[in-house]
Every structure is written in structure tokens, then in C-alpha cells.
């Protein structure tokens, strides 16, 4: 059953939600719910470890003493995708690790995003060969790309600061 | 001691096969190794590799010798300095060219520095990996200290492409040796506590005392290089053995322990960051001395002239272009250079066919082939000392498979 | 610790020719490294011979990489080459076979050093030249069913054909479904 809180009206929007379209109105506790769920939300976004290559020392720099990813809620890399709802792809996605990728992106529980970062993940950088995906974006959905090969840290906490600002806007599925 | 009670048939029950990896969170990267158990024994170990295969071999026959500078780098990502100049070095000796006094200082120097950052990583996730957090966040630190170095020198954090054929990118100058100053004078404090962490924690030496031996035949045998062959008690390193660079002017000592198990490993490291620390001081205090001299060699044809003056004098513009649009040529040969990589020998193999490109060029990695010694060290070991042995023998991917 | 190249050289030419005559094709020098060039029969024997030699003592095999000449015209098409070192009298020494198109098969040194397991894999990955006694010749970087030897100089730098890969989306995309459904559905792609 879909109740969609944060958007009145876009429940018919959804594909094969055919049941029950509750259209709440906006009212003072609903509206509270979905601000404080959202809140959680963007507030501990769990990444799963997906350090594929040159990026992951950036993006373990990012989660380490100096750089302290720990401020945005976000330093908790999960080893199992089932404990995560963010995919940080750090890194060279091969055709070999293509399957994998997905394979780890369909195992994380809704809801789920991807930040790409890198040039290589976001578009093949620089190796346009015969055993590099040109960009992630083949096999999974992605929200945020993140330039720089590799990009600063700081470039990827701003991708998660991006990342928060995009979660804070997406309406809150209550029961689904 | 446990006595066997009940003497029973084990041979109809079959072993488990596990799959470890790729994405693994303690196999350094994309490596994916099938684990065959008996209950929780390794009886088998099949490392599967290419998960990262980046065609760096097939690149080079496509690019310029100057333009594959940036694909060494994203090799062996902890050393990329290391990677900058094996490359640079098998380019020069095979254009038959040498280098100025103050470019060896300085590539030295900056060669220590990242062997002293890969050996930060790899003692301090070793570490992380066996539950100790603390060493891998001391040790990012000094490592974010020794990124900043590199950046103010070459723009970038580290993947620096700074080597180039007969010289380097940018020179130094005094700020900058200011600053390397303070960092190796404030890192001993750091490798004094890690150490004190590490060699009096239990633990931590439960997990790896006696795991994953391997003997000094065995290592030989199998091609193992750098802290791994240390390790097992050959006294043998490159920049000793056949010198390079101005290894031979400071004065240092070879690390190397006997034992071959993976606390020897740990310990090489330890030391060896010791020696690349007294390496370090004293390539700074040389290159103090000469820093008024030449930096890169007097060579337009091959070495870039400096930005400046491409935009002041035409004959600097027209080098400019030339190298930039067209490269340098390289005499027809074959030649292999190795160096002394924090993970061991790093050779590269380049066959020059006269033009602009690489005929051929072949990348002798350490770590893809330290990989091969792991199903030995692994047989026979318990499975949670599988990621102490990985930890230990420290591959990179990027290396691994190029 | 400096080698001497010609000592090295002229031990090499003594005891290699007395041994195997005509199969040594020449020893020769440039830029400071030595290079035996040799026919591809007497790889093993050769191999042997220099890691059991107390006076080469050749224990340690660094690298074995192919080139395909076929960019040049000449034939025999490959080589492949064994760079070999010694740990305890500090020498190097590099092995160069041809092999030809039609036949690309050599002897693995595998029973002399471990280190070839790796290299040769690799090598017969990325050329296809075949080691005869590798007691695991399969591709190491590539899948599995990959098609081609990525490194010869026919094989385009972006591949022959691209891999397909089912795009992103969902594929029961506008499909009405209930809940129950929806949820067997994505639990049956997992």
C-alpha cells in the first residue's frame, strides 16, 4: 500500500501502484513524520564498500582522521549491501566487475543511491579500452557523478552534501 | 589435550567451497579468491584475478612515451612516484640519457616518501583488518601530511605524474623543503607509537605469528619481492644490489627478518619505514646543498622547456609543440629497468620500434606476481588467517592487474 | 656491487654453446643487459641448466612477457622472453625465443621456477601462445569466455565487440503488479 505524505496527489504517478492510493492531506503530524524520516535519512546514509580502484584511497582518505566523513553521518561503510543504502563506485568499473556491480546494487535494500565518482565511473576517464565499462551508469542508475580522477575529498563530501539536499526533496513512502 | 573419542569415516563428507571477494572489504581491492575448506582448514586457494584489468599494457602502444606518464601512476596507487620513476627510467635508458645530481636527490627522496605512505597503508589496514583501528587512522594522518607534500610540488594529491623523461615536472624550492623538513621531523613520534601499539598487543601478535610461512627457497622459487622476500630472510633489495637513483650515497641499512611468516612481514615494513625516514633526511639535506644547480637535463628535444618561456622565446614554443603534438623518438631496442617498489621489483620491459610510441611495454608488477606464492602460504592455515596472509603480502589491484 | 658484463657474457657463450651448440643462436649486449637468443626446443633445458649452475645460479624469475612482431612483418610472428636474476651473484639475464604463428607453442618453465604459474597464464591470456606443461593454463585477466588475445597487434584498442549488458532500468517497467508480485518479481532477479 503506498501513502504518499510528502507529495499529495503523485501517488497515480507510480507505475502499478493500483492499490489504495491513499491521498492523506497534508496535516500537522503527517507532515512532521516525513520531515523527521527524511531527517534520518540524509542524516546516516550508510555507504556500501565498493573501493574498485584509485578512488577508494581517496575515498578511505575521505572516511579517515582528516577529512572525518563521520560529521555528514556518513562514515559506517557497510560490507554487506543489505545494511546500506548508499554506492559510493570508487573507482575503474571493468566488464569483468560490471555483473558484480549490479549484482551488489540489486542486493541493497530500498531506498537506495549511487554516487559515481570519478571519471572513470562516471564515463570510462581514460581508459576507453576494450575491458573498461565506459561509465557505471551502463548497469546501475546513478544520482550523483563526481569529477577529478581522482577527486578530492572534498569534492566527495560534497557530493554527499548534493546527495543529502536530493533526499531532503524526495517525497516519503510511509508503507510500501 | 582434545583426544579423538569416536573414530569416524570422514571421507564421504565433501569440503565447502567459499567465494571470497571481489568486493570484499579485507581483500585490498577487487580480488577474488574461491577458498576450499575442510571445517574451517584451507585446503585449497584459487585467486581469481582481472577485475581490474585496465589494458595499461595495450595503452602504451597508443600513446606517447610522455602521454602513458599518467597511466603509471594509477598502477600501484599508493606509490605513484615509484611507478613515475621505473617508467621514466626504462624511457631514459633507453633513449641512453642520464640525469642531473639534483634530479636524483629529488626523485629519491620523493620515491622514500611514497614507500614510506604505501607501507603507512599497508601496516595500517593490515592492522584494521585483524580489529585494530587506531593504527589506520595514526597512520592516515602522517599519510595526509605526505599527500600534501605531493601536491605542493606536482598539483595533486597523488596521482602526481610528475616524473618526466630527463628531469621532472616542477622543481622544488624552499617553501616546499620547509615543509617536508616539518613532516619528517614530527613523524617520529608517530612510528614510535605505532610501534608500541603493534609489537607489544597480543592480539595482534597471536594473529600473526607463525601464519602464512613461507621459506627463503620457497620465496625465491616463487619470485616474491620487496618486504614479502625480506620476510623470509634474503638479504636482497635493488636499490643495495644494483643501484639506482643515489641510493648508493646515503647512508642505510636493509630490512630483512628470517622468520617468513606474516609478522616478519609486518616487522620489514616497520623497519623499512625507519630507513626510508633516514633516507629522507638526508636526500633533503643533499638536495639543500645543490639547490642552485640544474634541474633538468640540457636536452630540448626531449625534456619540455619551462612555461615561461614558451610564451616568450619561439624556439621554446616550436620545442614545445613538437614534444607536445609529436614526442620524442626512442632509438630501436630492447630494454627492462626494475626499481625497488614498496611491493617489490617494478620492471618495465620496453621494446622501441623508433617512433614516437612504444613498440611494446611489458609491466612486471610485484604484487601480481607476489599473488602466486598465496595458495602455498594459504594451504593448511585456518580461514580467518586467509586476510592476515592477504594483509601481509599487501597487493594492489591496480598493479595486479594492470 | 657491480656485475661484469663481459666475465657474465663470455661464461655464458662457453658453457651454453659446449652445451647445446647451434641452439644458442647469439649472446648479445645493449645498454647494459644481456640477451641470449635462442630456438624454442631447448628453453627447458637451458632454464635448467642456468638455475642449477653454481656459476649463474639463476634462482629468481622475475617477468615472462610475449611481443607480437606481426606490426613489423616479421616472422616468426612471436617471441617471448624469460627475464631471469639471481639473488645470490646479482646478475640478470634475459631468454628470448621466437615462436611462429602456426605453432605457437614453447615449453613452460613452471617445473624450474613457481613464479612462471602467473606470468605464463598472463602471457597465454594476452597472446595465445600455448605453454606446454603448465599444469593450469587458463586466462587470468580476461573472463573466461572472452574472445581474442586483447595484446596482439590485430586486436583494436576498444575491442571487437562490446559486451552487452542489460541497461538499467527495470525491466517489468510499467507492468501493473501488486505488491506481492512486485516483491517476487525483484526477489526472483536477485
Redesign the interface.
Known sequence: MDIVVDAPGKAEDKAGTDVLALQAPENALTKTLSEAISYCRRNSIWPVMMGLSCCAIEMMGTAASRYDLSRFGSEVFRPSPRQADLMIVAGTVTKKMAPVVRRIYDQMTEPKWVIAMGACSSCGGMYNVYSVLQGVDEVIPVDIYVPGCPPRPEALIYAIMQLQKKIRQEPIYLFN | MATRVVEQNYSNIESMTLNMGPQHPSTHGVLRIILELDGETVTKCTPVLGYLHRAKEKHAEFKTYHQFIPYTDRMDYLSPMSNNTAYVMTVEKALGIGITDRCRYLRTLLCELARMSSHLLAVGTGALELGAMTVFMWGFTQREKIYDIFEFISGARFTVSYMRAGGVAREDYPEWRRRVREFLDGYMRTQEEMEAMLNENEIFLQRMIGVGRISAEDAINFGLGGPSLRGSGIDWDIRRDTPYLAYEEADWEVAYETEGDCYARFLVRMRELRESWRICCQMLDLLAKHSGERMNIDNPKIVFPPKDNVKKSMEDLIHHFLLASEGFKVPPGEVYHAIEAPKGELGFYLVADGGPRAYRLGVRSPSFINLGALEHMCVGELLADVVAIIASLDPVMGEVDR | ?A?DLEKLEQLLTNKLREKFGEAIRDITS??G?L?VRLDREVVLEVSRTLHDDPDFRF?????V?C??WS??GRTPRYSV?W?LYS?AR?H?V?LTADVPEEDPTVDSVYSV???A???ER?AFD?FGVIFQGHPDLR?????DDWDGH??RKD??????KS?Y????TDPH???????VQ?IRRQES??
Open positions: 656491487m656485475v645493449y645498454r643487459e640477451t634462482d629468481h624469475l622475475s617477468y612477457t611481443v607480437d606490426a613489423q622472453s627475464f639473488t646479482r640478470r634475459k621456477w613457481r613464479s604459474s602467473f606470468t598472463e594476452m586466462r587470468i585477466l580476461m573472463p586483447p595484446l586486436f583494436p584498442l576498444g575491442g571487437v559486451f549488458f542489460k541497461r538499467a517497467a510499467g507492468e501493473p503488479a501488486d505488491l512486485r532477479d536477485i
